[in-house]
């Protein structure tokens, strides 16, 4: 080990520096996590004011024995000397699973049944609009379009049921698709229909 001198200029010459790649860090659970924390800022381009989340685990005969988020930023400094760093800061992110709705739980029962109840109702009026689509009161109505509002309606609350599980990348993000997807797809042929009425009788003067 080098002793401790108050010339860093001498203290270089009688030290030999040993830089090792961050990229390299290996050895311990720490290590991992700079080694993941440095790999993802430079695949992010060291961006100054952007947290990134890093998750690394730490296996021991390929049994997880620990694991944890952290959250990585970086900062440029700029020593007297003319060297430049770029200090990274790693924080640990706590895990809360509280807000993961999974089967037992006492919300369970309160999504899953009018979710079920709701996509039911609305396959059965689907059902019916279809099978009395001749008579006339469901032809003024124009069963097509309002056939497809239903059956949106029928999957928008079946999209309720993504709701439940854990709280994994893949199902949060479907969680924000499914949602608006199918509430969009539920609205879409009520706008094509009045669309349709607006071309067909024009812009209202003639009734």
Partial sequence: PCPEMENFALASEICT??????????????????????MIQ???????SRLLPVQSKDDTDDVEVAQGVHASQTKQFSSVGGINWRIMIMSPVDIHEEDSILPGDDMFPFLVTPAIIGSVVCMALLLLFTKHRGEQEVIASDWRFTGAFIFGCALLNLACLSLIGPNTDSLCLSRMWFLNFFFVLALTPLFVKTWRFYKLLGDGTVI
């Fill in 42 to 48: 430079k695949k992010n381009g060291f961006p100054p």
């Fill in 17 to 38: 520096t040993v830089r090792i790649p961050v990229a390299e860090l290996k050895n311990g659970f720490m290590e991992r996590v700079i080694s993941n924390s440095y």
